[in-house]
């Protein structure tokens, strides 16, 4: 029994791979900082375009602007999570990030909605990392044990970029006129307002590209052992980095040795002490080649996942659950900024509560840049401390049910914040963006645990990642821009509210989708049902009466000749 115990231990209990997920955070965190930075000025582009004649509209083509990249995600998301599959997920990574640094150079130079909207494109076409990433994840962390903190880690590392994009792009857009002292006005900056937040958001996703192809290691499984020129450069410079610090410290103790000896007399030196002129020399041990051993009992060999059914029930609501959820929320991400930039009408039409009434905020740019790092700060918050407490009590099956039943409320609420007094309507805009928040942080991370989990075959998760992912990007497609349409309805028809209510119906599908999820099945539980098993079995047979009494009796007769054997010895 304690054998088992401790086979079974060794196997739950291995390290977390830190230095791994940190070079992959370093990674990730450049996506968030470009894609949430356009997020301030988005609107006021729009506005500087001159494509629209009324005020109204901005808000379509805002969502267009938005909603581009992720039409253009979507249809690639499959093509680079099978990509992925055949040639690794470290190459397919750092595309992405490429993809990245290119549409954001692009969009700072754009003169006009056609060419910000191929720019928009551009980078979804080339960035597949959301499937990729949740891919990468499930490849490091192979115990189901340490899935709630490796789930926090890139919502973690989103919710950071999601403060340094929004307060970049809000103070650095349009620096003639933020900055007029630095940025004179005929110059590079007036002509392209908005290309110094894009440059920025450049630089650090070049960054993050360097840092991905020399410390980045490969997850999949039969690519990993393959020669990484990139990795052992990355080696290379760790090593004379360490090589110089250790010699710096050795060379001191070394200095520090002989003003000890310079001390001494030949006769007062240490009794042990031998200079290495007069000591042997051993030849050093060769180092035996590590090889790895296929385990032919393992069930991840057995089955190819070409015969490994990708696609179960389970796997596909959990796919369709992560579509609605990503529709409902990237429509309050879109549907907020444009509801903070709205200007409240000069000629306002009557109210006709509870549903007939318009109005807006009328912010800047940069208090729009400051409400969304506030959000970003929160949801880091919510990510170190809410989620892992509550994942834990309720599992990531309860957590996802209870957020998905709740979130109507949330978009049945958010118009309502315009009537709120003058004092108390930024209170009110906080609040709802806490609300929303904390729902985000928690609903994200619990879907990706569960298709993960679902998945019943660990080769073939790049496949379902990156359909999961295309899905999650057609949704985010059309909500940006369904719901400027429904936005701009709204103000034309007098029903602030429009958009928002559409998204609380369209939560309530997803809530219905949860209640038909389970987190049984999968391919984690077939993991822990073979060692239970190994661990029984082995139990069975110690613990086993038959084979015991068996093992006494045998016993006894030996204990009756022991007395004979000793006296004839003696």
Known sequence: MAGAQQTSSRKRTQPFPTKQMTILALCRICEPIAFMSIFPYVYFMIKDFGVTQHESEISVYAGMVTSAFAFA??????????????????????????GTALSMLIFGFAPNLPVALLARALGGLLNGNIGVLQTTVAEMVTVKEHQPRAYTIMPFVWCLGSILGPTLGGALARPVLS???????????DRFPYLLPNLVCTMIVTCGVGIGILFLEETHEEKKHRRDPGLEAGKWILSKVTRCAESKSSNEKEMDMDEVLSLLSDDDQPPNYRTNENSLSIPSTPSVDHQEVLDLNDSRNAASPAATKAFTRQVVRNIVGYGILAYHTM???????????????????????????VSGYGLSTKQIGIVLSVQGVYSMIATIFLFPIIVRRLGALGLFRALAISYPILYISTPYLVLLP???????????????????????????????????????????????????????????????????????????????????VISLAGALISLRMTDKGGRMDVDEKIDDDRDLGFEEQILDHHALDSAIAAAEPRRDIEPLDNNIIK
């Open 73 to 98: 995600e979507f249809s690639s998301g499959v093509a680079w999570g099978r990509l992925s599959d055949r040639i690794g997920r470290k190459p397919v990574l750092l595309t992405g990030l490429a």
């Open 179 to 189: 900055y007029p002292e630095l940025f004179h006005a005929g110059s590079i900056w």
């Open 331 to 357: 429509t309050f991400d879109a549907m907020l900024p444009t509801l903070l930039s709205t200007e409240p009408p000069e000629n306002p039409e009557p109210w006709k509560l509870p549903f007939k009434f």
């Open 422 to 504: 003058d004092k108390l309507k930024m209170a009110g805009v906080y609040g709802v963006v806490i609300w929303k928040c904390t729902f985000a942080t928690m609903a994200y991370p619990s879907n990706a645990i569960l298709l993960t989990n679902s998945a019943p075959s660990l080769l073939m998760l790049g496949t379902i990642n990156g359909v999961a992912a295309s899905t999650a990007s057609l949704s985010r497609a059309f909500g940006p821009t369904v719901s400027g349409f429904l936005f701009s309805a709204g103000l034309r028809l007098g029903y602030s509210g429009l958009a928002w209510w559409c998204s609380a």
